[in-house]
């Protein structure tokens, strides 16, 4: 079946489609009678605007775009949730677009994003990306842009984060607390905002603590979750082992539980692990796993709300509106000092 | 900064506007010179053709939709990666929507991608979805559907799914061969396809083995894991408690651990769980949890192929095109008969 447009609403009711357009678009122009004829007609044979028309004429999508590096993780899914639930309310659509971390995909989709397509960005930053160039692109063609979690500090716009450095400041001291002297941070970039801060708050606890570090205490992992049980394998096996482990990322747990496991090392009898996490199952592991838990649905409701703020008022001075939710350490049984 | 079109480059060079748009079609039209002009001072100024404008040109929107009932959940976020593997390789975006398992948020999804928005679909529906005008309406205008998971049978079109009825019976009968007799089976819809596929696998196998079955076997959760938390401590609390669980649905597990572990019940000593579930932490619970495994990611490849099968080849009979790819029961302690 042919896709009902105005014209064969024209051809039928035997009306101009000038006529037609003005009636669904209740104009003054066009008398009750035809309008109600066209309405009904309209209504009959399922008659949907073309949205790419209406746009042009309109310049509005009603539709933001997320970029997120991944979608197979609880921080990016509970903030898709947090910004939807903003969406809704604004009877706005929300689309959706993964980078998996490519820094060239994330060019192509910004470059997508140009001219009309959508009306607001909100974005996380791929752990490849260290030239911003496509980003400053997006803000010259006038798309207001929130980023969320993972952002680009050198573009002066809102910036929705959680206290990284705080965070990872205090689980380092926990750990420092539950008798661990040679702790291992698992980090996934040298790049990124956040993996930076994590990094800062670890070497500022362990220095305030007067505790020993060397280089190797940061360890980079990969995407590749092979590789990096392979790297935990290495770590946890060598002579100099940490009795502390903080994963900054949260799919590192189950390789790190699985590597312990093989080697019979007893969490958290030898090793003491925290974990940067939002996993659901965080309390029902063995053993539950203590967690920086990040605010994820409130960052994404709040870029949400900046970035309709931004859409909604005019002289809005989007680059002042940067916030910070802190993240919450929660104690569990994977670093309590005795079983 | 305006965005720069057509227009500003036709004003910059004392071009027409035609001439302009022309010269970026490479057309005959154009002498070379004024060719090499145009595309000069286009890649100069970030020029990016209007996707709407272009879209209406050729209808092709290089573009297809993913409507799915929720996102915080392990099936569909690797649906999703599956989905995202073939449309990478076709060089087309991937929009993500989601209807939050309301039917109205589904209709008002589908209404928007009516007329050259997206170029094909691909559904899983809601769990409150029972009258299918509105995806029939998708289908008369002319856009191929592709159905995963949760499919409507009243829609001919291609399903790719998993064997729900197989896996919750051969599920039911490994419970069985574990000694349980009181087996549970925790629903979420009593309209959904796949929940009376596993609801029917699971009498089936529950006949077969001559164990006596009631209607409170089959117990129907909803989408607040609040009630559902109270629901289970319920059914766990009461007399003639049942001695093995089947879940149908994933993200049950912590309620059900968390309840267990409350009432002081020893899994599998006590009570023998299975889920269906694609959790990446079910090897590291504790206890470690028997999974029906979807083949959540192949399913979902194997359904954006179809579709672009269908996008690309004329004369392509999508209705022919269903397949079904097997789940996989794996066996860990939450179901061993001794410790």
């Known amino acids: 079946m042919e896709p009902v447009n105005i014209k064969k609403i024209a051809q039928i009711l035997n009306l101009s489609i000038s006529a037609v357009s003005k009636a669904l678009r209740d104009s003054h122009d066009i008398g009750k009678e035809t309008k109600d004829k066209v309405i009904a007609l309209a209504k009959e044979l399922n008659y949907q605007p073309n949205p790419y028309a209406s746009s042009l004429r309109k310049h509005k999508s009603k539709t933001i775009a997320v970029i ?51 009306d607001g960005v909100l974005i996380s930053v791929s752990s490849t990306t260290t030239d911003y160039t496509h980003l400053h692109h997006l803000e010259e063609n006038g798309l207001p842009i929130v980023f969320f979690d993972r952002v680009c500090e050198e573009i002066d716009t809102a910036k929705v984060t959680t206290d990284d450095y705080e965070s990872s400041y205090k689980a380092t001291c926990h750990l420092i607390d539950c008798g661990c002297r040679r702790i291992a941070l698992l980090s996934v970039s040298n790049s990124l905002s956040i993996s930076s801060k994590r990094a800062e708050g670890f070497r500022q606890a362990m220095a305030d603590n007067k505790v020993k570090t060397n280089l190797s205490d940061i360890i980079l992992c990969s995407n590749d979750e092979r590789k990096n049980y392979t790297l935990i394998k290495k770590l946890l096996s060598r002579k100099q082992k940490p009795d502390g482990i903080i994963a900054t990322v949260e799919k590192f747990t189950t390789n790190i539980y699985l590597v312990c496991q093989l080697l019979k090392i007893n969490i958290p009898g030898d090793r003491k692990v925290v974990c940067f996490s939002n996993l659901p199952t965080a309390a029902i592991l063995n053993p539950p796993l203590t967690t920086i838990t990040q605010p994820a649905f409130e960052m994404g409701k709040a870029a949400a709300t900046i970035l309709f703020k931004a859409l909604e008022k005019r002289n809005f001075s989007i680059n002042k509106e940067s916030i910070v939710i802190p993240s919450m350490l929660v104690v569990r049984k994977s670093t309590m000092q005795k079983e």
């Not at 949730?81 to 809704?88: C, K, L, R, V, Y």
């Open 68 to 118: 997120i590096p991944e979608i197979a993780n609880n921080y990016f899914t509970l903030a898709i949730n947090g910004i939807e639930s903003i969406a809704q309310e604004k009877n706005y659509h929300v689309l959706i677009y993964l980078t998996h971390e490519d820094v060239n995909k994330e060019i192509a989709l910004t470059k997508y994003l140009h001219g009309g397509r959508v």
